[in-house]
């Protein structure tokens, strides 16, 4: 196999490279731009993602059908107009089994609908449709190099392009470009496929224009960070400024200085709470570093009531900018105040100082880590390895200072058993409403001289709560579930989104209506269900190693695919066996499962990558191989490569299992799925075509 194909093949190499990049970057800004405008898909970006997979899959199974190439930009716009249209109501949710900032502080006047359901629904319809006329082109240029014996060639180069996409939106999130910029390298790319008639094209270029307007006209944010769509808005009559992420109230940098004359009651309770910790302390800190320091209330605080020197640290460096600009009381310009842009995990696993005062500040984010992942940005943070981690941190003597909005006692409780198992008791808690938060958990020995002087929460009462909490551990780090189970909110769109994807695969393959299940090709399904399960799963994982920051996320994924490519290629030049494969893939199966994530946190950087290499890659590479062997005996390479996708679907929607069983038994449902695949794959030939129909002409694809 050659990445130079012979001269019959070089347009559809050029169609797979341009198709896949499209799709790839296509996805990513859907990812992005969906949740600036539908605000509760902020937490669901996996679902935009399984959709797409969707879509994908069925129009590659819909090879030789009717191409729905020519409807492509109706579609896209009609997805973006209901995007648009959905933002402008305001969904919210009574379940609370999972805790959501759903603020809608941009449309006050918005009408009100009790379920956050409908809107994850529509999307992920309408996003599946998009991505079907692309899952066309995808598959038939498969099914062409199937047909030269080019099979691997082909799924070569569909790898190339989606590697390229993954990329290309890198440098997009990097530069803080405008969704307009986004889009409209995507229609620039999907022009290839529309050029031919003088009124195909005039069509297309309308299409796109009225994307483009649509998303122009949408725009609510001033500035993009790599995590959110970001709006500042000054305060009538007050020196404040509000944060608005994806249209959410998500910071308020307070006049911590005082001299305001408009809201005084509320800036008034906010000046209340900020000091509570630097007043209780037994000495004045010497060192400060403040974990999630936004637009700098926290560091305002330590500078005005300490004379310490202060770190900063921040994930998002957009946010780290407004508060630069806008802060009415410009922390970040003392020469005290040391500011790092980096995720509070990986700083405090990096850093070898050591800190009198240690201050979280209102971590809650409101997006998930990844597309690749249903756990949120924030979710390490509040983890017992966390705890630990800022633990080791302290200077003899020193202290933990937890701020938190908390909304329900199950919060309350995880908070408090995190840090009464990592400090071996319970916490100090203050209580009141301070508009930004409402309790303040102290810990460590800074504080042993009120235990006997505050009278804090009872310690059998602690106990005997702490003793019910699930605690939040990185296997499991889900402090904002009631506890370790599966909310009946996601059972229920998980059977949803199940009998969605379904009845898409009946609808859109003729040959399963035939056929039944003889048209089902369960080998490649389970390929396609095991590997979404353990991508996911490494993606997560390599966050708490590497930092979960936006680039940790872009290069595992782009580590993966090319992963991908290299042991495709690789398997036209020195063929492994299936059994040797199959081999290597359990026991690295295996050793994920078993070798937790800690070990890879070598003090050794170069240590730390090759550990997380030999971790993330070994069964990546040997399950590539496997996926290679197999996919190159099908006849019917679009079909094979549709079922494949179909399979990512349900691995997807599994992934919330995780919320049950934990992140590290992934691995084992994954080496479940591949080890029935195995056994499919020796009791039964490779299936063939699924229908006889003739490929159709490449003008209508």
């Given at each position: 196999m050659s990445l130079i194909p012979a001269a019959e093949l070089r347009r559809p190499a050029a169609d797979l490279v341009l198709a896949s990049f499209t799709v790839l970057f296509l996805e990513l800004a859907l990812i992005r731009w969906l949740p600036g405008q539908v605000r509760v898909l902020a937490y669901f970006p996996n679902l935009v993602l399984i959709s797409a997979f969707l879509g994908l899959g069925l129009g590659a199974i819909r090879v030789g059908s009717r191409s729905l190439l020519p409807w492509w930009p109706v579609l896209l716009l009609l997805l973006m107009g209901v995007g648009w249209a959905l933002g402008n109501v305001a969904f919210t949710?009574?379940?609370?089994?999972?805790?959501?900032?759903?603020?809608?502080?941009?449309?006050?006047?918005?009408?009100?609908?009790?379920?956050?359901?409908?809107?994850?629904?529509?999307?992920?319809?309408?996003?599946?449709?998009?991505?079907?006329?692309?899952?066309?082109?995808?598959?038939?240029?498969?099914?062409?190099?199937?047909?030269?014996?080019?099979?691997?060639?082909?799924?070569?180069?569909?790898?190339?392009?989606?590697?390229?996409?993954?990329?290309?939106?890198?440098?997009?999130?990097?530069?803080?470009?405008?969704?307009?910029?986004?889009?409209?390298?995507?229609?620039?790319?999907?022009?290839w496929f529309f050029v031919g008639s003088i009124r195909r094209i005039a069509g297309y270029g309308l299409g796109a224009a009225a994307i483009l307007v649509l998303v122009g006209a949408s725009e609510r944010a001033d500035v993009y960070s790599p995590y959110y769509a970001l709006k500042a808005v000054r305060v009538p009559g007050s020196s404040g400024v509000e944060i608005l992420a994806n249209g959410s109230l998500h910071q308020y940098a307070a006049p911590l200085g005082g001299g305001d004359v408009v809201d005084v009651e509320y800036h008034r309770k906010i000046r209340e709470g900020y000091p509570i910790p630097y007043e209780n302390l037994a000495r004045p800190p010497r060192r400060v570093l403040v974990l999630g320091a936004g637009t700098g209330n926290d560091v305002a605080t330590a500078l005005k009531h300490t004379g310490a020197a202060i770190d900063a640290v921040e994930i998002d460096p957009v946010i780290l900018d407004l508060g630069r600009r806008l802060h009415p009381d410009r922390p970040y310009a003392s020469d005290r105040v040391r500011v790092i842009t980096d995720d509070a995990r990986a700083f405090l696993r990096n850093t070898d100082l050591e800190y009198d005062l240690i201050v979280f500040g209102t971590l809650d984010s409101m997006t998930r880590l990844s597309a690749m992942s249903n756990v949120r940005l924030d979710n390490f943070v509040y983890t017992i390895e966390s705890l630990r981690a800022a633990r080791e941190r302290l200077s003899p003597g020193g202290g933990i200072a937890l701020y938190?909005?908390?909304?329900?006692?199950?919060?309350?409780?995880?908070?408090?058993?995190?840090?009464?198992?990592?400090?071996?008791?319970?916490?100090?808690?203050?209580?009141?409403?301070?508009?930004?938060?409402?309790?303040?958990?102290?810990?460590?020995?800074?504080?042993?001289?009120?235990?006997?002087?505050?009278?804090?929460?009872?310690?059998?009462?602690?106990?005997?709560?702490?003793?019910?909490?699930?605690?939040?551990?990185?296997?499991?780090?889900?402090?904002?579930?009631?506890?370790?189970?599966?909310?009946?909110?996601?059972?229920?769109?998980?059977?949803?989104?199940?009998?969605?994807?379904?009845?898409?695969?009946?609808?859109?393959?003729?040959?399963?209506?035939?056929?039944?299940?003889?048209?089902?090709?369960?080998?490649?399904?389970?390929?396609?269900?095991?590997?979404?399960?353990?991508?996911?799963?490494?993606?997560?994982?390599?966050?708490?190693?590497?930092?979960?920051?936006?680039?940790?996320?872009?290069?595992?994924?782009?580590?993966?695919?090319?992963?991908?490519?290299?042991?495709?290629?690789?398997?036209?030049?020195?063929?492994?066996?299936?059994?040797?494969?199959?081999?290597?893939?359990?026991?690295?199966?295996?050793?994920?499962?078993?070798?937790?994530?800690?070990?890879?946190?070598?003090?050794?950087?170069?240590?730390?990558?090759?550990?997380?290499i030999l971790f993330v890659g070994a069964p990546i590479f040997f399950a590539s191989i496997l996926f290679a062997i197999r996919f190159a005996t099908r006849t019917a390479s679009n079909a094979a490569f549709g079922w494949n996708l179909l399979g990512a679907v349900f691995g997807g929607l599994l992934e919330f299992s995780s919320m049950l069983i934990g992140l590290r038994a992934l691995s084992?449902?994954?080496?479940?799925?591949?080890?029935?695949?195995?056994?499919?794959?020796?009791r039964r030939p490779a299936p063939g075509p699924p229908s006889s129909r003739p490929l159709p002409e490449r003008e209508t694809i």
């Open positions: 949710s009574r379940s609370t089994s999972e805790h959501l900032w759903l603020l809608y502080y941009d449309i006050p006047d918005a009408p009100i609908i009790n379920d956050i359901r409908p809107p994850i629904l529509v999307v992920f319809c309408l996003c599946a449709l998009v991505f079907l006329p692309l899952g066309q082109i995808v598959g038939a240029r498969l099914r062409e190099f199937s047909e030269k014996g080019e099979t691997l060639a082909g799924y070569a180069f569909d790898l190339v392009g989606s590697l390229l996409g993954v990329i290309g939106f890198s440098f997009a999130s990097w530069g803080r470009t405008f969704p307009l910029a986004w889009f409209a390298v995507v229609l620039v790319t999907a022009a938190f909005m908390v909304a329900n006692p199950e919060i309350h409780w995880k908070l408090a058993a995190i840090l009464t198992e990592v400090f071996g008791e319970p916490p100090l808690i203050w209580r009141g409403d301070h508009q930004l938060f409402n309790e303040i958990f102290l810990a460590g020995p800074a504080w042993d001289h009120l235990r006997a002087e505050v009278q804090g929460p009872a310690r059998e009462e602690v106990y005997a709560n702490v003793v019910r909490a699930d605690v939040p551990v990185d296997d499991w780090p889900y402090l904002y579930l009631e506890g370790r189970s599966l909310p009946s909110f996601y059972v229920g769109m998980l059977v949803i989104l199940s009998l969605v994807s379904i009845a898409g695969v009946w609808l859109a393959a003729p040959e399963m209506r035939r056929q039944g299940l003889r048209g089902f090709d369960a080998e490649m399904f389970l390929f396609g269900f095991a590997f979404l399960l353990l991508e996911t799963k490494l993606v997560t994982q390599m966050a708490v190693v590497y930092g979960a920051t936006w680039i940790t996320s872009a290069v595992v994924f782009g580590s993966i695919l090319l992963m991908i490519l290299i042991g495709t290629i690789l398997m036209q030049k020195r063929p492994v066996s299936h059994p040797l494969a199959a081999a290597g893939l359990v026991l690295a199966l295996l050793a994920n499962w078993a070798v937790p994530t800690d070990v890879l946190l070598a003090e050794s950087v170069w240590a730390r990558l090759a550990l997380s084992l449902v994954a080496l479940i799925g591949y080890l029935v695949a195995f056994v499919i794959g020796g």
